[in-house]
């Protein structure tokens, strides 16, 4: 295969900040809506789509007082502590590094964040990134039209980083991210979704003359290999 570039989502993929999301949107439901948990039924929607369109789930879910950008507002208030010690998922370290310096890809990331956000959660691995990323491509963009499931901003990651998504892996672990991995027309397709929508993604339909989708039960597992 002509791979010559990496793109990474962050949340869940590079790193473990859905418990960290959860936990904020629950301060404000408490707060501001019904004081009902966060529930699967309805954080399965939500998962790698963009601001916008899960604010208003949240809101409309639990039946928030605010609007979806004063739910956004309050919420990103009780991310910024809890972002500065978010862990990387398992050997979501290593791979980027490896894709770098032992493939000799581009690499790129590509997330639903906001810059701010992005910037909040990043800031104890400023050198990482610096050492291993090359582009990174935020949610807010304004080039990118439509959010995950749309495959835009994956299309973008690949023009920033000088090449299509044909000639580049994407990283993923959210159903909706997967699916605009795939419709980017991404060569290789590497899924590491929640155990809860492993059923999901193995019944997307794609062209498998297209795109090569591989599931994965944790980053460590992925070997370059895998793609040919």
């Not at 032992?102 to 790129?108: A, C, Q, R």
């Not at 591989?214 to 980053?219: C, K, Q, V």
Request: proline share 4%; hydrophobic share 35%; glycine share 6%.
């Amino acid at each position: 295969m002509d791979i010559k570039g990496a793109i990474f989502d962050m949340d869940g993929t590079l790193l473990d900040t859905e418990p960290i999301y959860d936990a904020a949107a629950q301060k404000v439901i408490d707060e501001f809506g019904n004081g009902e948990k966060i529930t699967w039924d309805v954080k399965q929607h939500i998962i790698g789509t963009s601001a916008k369109v899960h604010c208003k789930i949240f809101v409309d879910a639990y039946k928030i007082k605010l609007t979806p950008e004063e739910f956004k507002k309050k919420r990103d208030e009780y991310l910024i502590e809890p972002f500065k010690s978010c862990k990387f998922m398992k050997g979501a370290k290593e791979i980027p590094h490896k894709c770098k310096y032992e493939f000799k890809l581009k690499v790129g990331i590509a997330t639903s964040s906001s810059k701010f956000n992005f910037e909040n959660k990043t800031t104890h691995i400023k050198e990482w990134l610096k050492e291993n990323v090359d582009k990174i491509v935020t949610g807010d963009d304004p080039r990118i039209k439509k959010g995950k499931p749309a495959p835009d901003i994956f299309i973008l990651a690949a023009k920033e980083l000088g090449l299509e998504p044909q000639n580049c892996i994407i990283f993923e672990d959210a159903f909706s991210g997967i699916n605009a991995a795939i419709s980017s027309g991404a060569k290789c397709v590497i899924a590491i979704p929640d155990p809860r929508q492993r059923k999901d993604v193995e019944n997307i339909q794609y062209d498998k003359n297209k795109t090569k989708l591989i599931i994965l039960n944790s980053m460590d597992e992925f070997d370059i290999n895998l793609i040919n």
